[in-house]
């Protein structure tokens, strides 16, 4: 068996996770083993302050809207009567992207961690494209290098999580327009970056608990 089918294997039904991940809303929190752990999202918000515009709340907002009509969709289960008009046109453009680009979902919003590196995250869309595996984050706003990171941590997480060595493509994919726009992560300086901003979210909680 190939890695590629063992990955599509595994992946059946939802990942078999091999220790106790949970998240709680309030907070934003996710615990590994009972224990606090950053998320993906705040370990690169060090290098750039995502949510530190005036109108985070509203974009943040906006954003999990958008996330979950797509999340829906990519199962088949989006009632578009559901769908506020202010979020169609990303969730239109995504829908469009997913019928033509013959992606072939795996999993889509599902929760990953670390527990070797102690931090957790949701993955947007895993899946096989082209000739092999591809993770993908949405994204409906402006476009940061941090990003980068975020798919590299994303991945460090995931690998963890399937017990088989297999190669993944990251991308995020941008809903703005009409045309969504796939940017594809290759710098391999990006894994060493994310797990440095790691390391110093760890000492900030060590030093102010």
């Given at each position: 068996m190939t890695s590629l089918?063992?990955?599509v294997e595994l992946c059946e039904g939802g990942?078999?996770?091999?220790?106790?991940?949970?998240f709680r809303e309030e907070g934003h929190q996710y615990e590994i083993d009972g224990?606090?752990?950053?998320?993906?999202?705040?370990?690169?918000?060090q290098l750039h302050n995502f949510t530190g515009s005036h109108d985070a709340t509203a974009?943040?907002?906006r954003g999990t809207a958008i996330h979950k009509a797509c999340e829906l969709f990519t199962l088949g289960t989006l009632d578009w009567t559901t769908?506020?008009?202010?979020?169609y046109p990303e969730v239109q453009t995504y829908a469009n992207w997913l019928d033509t680009s013959k992606f072939k979902p795996l999993l889509v919003e599902e929760m990953v961690g670390s527990k070797q590196f102690r931090f957790?995250?949701?993955?947007?869309?895993?899946?096989?494209?082209?000739?092999?595996?591809?993770?993908?984050?949405w994204k409906t706003g402006g476009e940061y290098p941090a990003y980068q990171f975020?798919?590299?941590?994303?991945?460090?997480?995931?690998?963890?999580?399937?017990?088989?060595?297999f190669?993944?493509?990251?991308?995020?994919?941008?809903?703005?327009?009409?045309?969504?726009?796939?940017?594809?992560?290759?710098?391999?300086?990006?894994?060493?970056?994310f797990l440095a901003a790691l390391t110093c979210s760890h000492t900030r909680r060590e030093l102010y608990p």
């Open positions: 089918s063992k990955v990942l078999r996770v091999p220790f106790a991940i949970s224990r606090s752990v950053p998320s993906v999202t705040q370990v690169t918000d974009a943040m907002e769908v506020d008009e202010s979020i957790a995250g949701r993955l947007d869309l895993f899946g096989v494209w082209k000739t092999g595996l591809a993770l993908i984050d975020q798919t590299a941590g994303l991945e460090i997480a995931l690998k963890e999580m399937l017990p088989v060595a190669k993944v493509d990251r991308y995020c994919l941008y809903l703005k327009g009409e045309k969504a726009r796939p940017v594809r992560h290759k710098d391999p300086r990006d894994r060493s970056r």
